[in-house]
Nanobody, 123 residues
Framework: QVQLIQSGGGLVQAGDSLKLSCTAS????????MGWFRQSPGKERDFVAS????????YYSDSTEGRFAISRDKAKNTLYLQMDNLKPTDTAVYYC????????????????WGQGAQVTVSS
């Protein structure tokens, strides 16, 4: 059974940076895609960024492209999200996810999820 364990998150000020990590465990871990999503209270889970696990083709939402960078270390089965120039509107619980299908922007297509990490950006 695949498990995704997240680390990172916290409280920062606008303009600061944070890095999230997500490490997968389980036999024969080889997803098609891995991604980051975020969810604010009362809102749907929104796409942030994703990449294809094999060759790391990357995808970003309009609101995060240029400020966030997704990356992965295949040897460590770890996904990262470097978040720079954070804004109060980035405040949310951030989730990593792994999927077996190529549907990089759709949370419903992902098979496994991390436990979530709160990111709070103060103005």
């Amino acid at each position: 059974q695949v498990q995704l364990i997240q680390s990172g998150g916290g409280l920062v000020q606008a303009g600061d940076s944070l890095k999230l990590s997500c490490t997968a465990s389980g036999p024969n871990f080889n997803p098609e895609v891995m991604g980051w999503f975020r969810q604010s209270p009362g809102k749907e889970r929104d796409f942030v960024a994703s990449l294809t696990w094999d060759i790391a083709t990357k995808y970003y939402s309009d609101s995060t492209e240029g400020r966030f960078a997704i990356s992965r270390d295949k040897a460590k089965n770890t996904l990262y999200l470097q978040m720079d120039n954070l804004k109060p509107t980035d405040t949310a619980v951030y989730y990593c996810a792994a999927g077996l299908k190529f549907a990089p922007r759709w949370p419903s297509e992902y098979n496994w999820w991390g436990q979530g990490a709160q990111v709070t950006v103060s103005s």
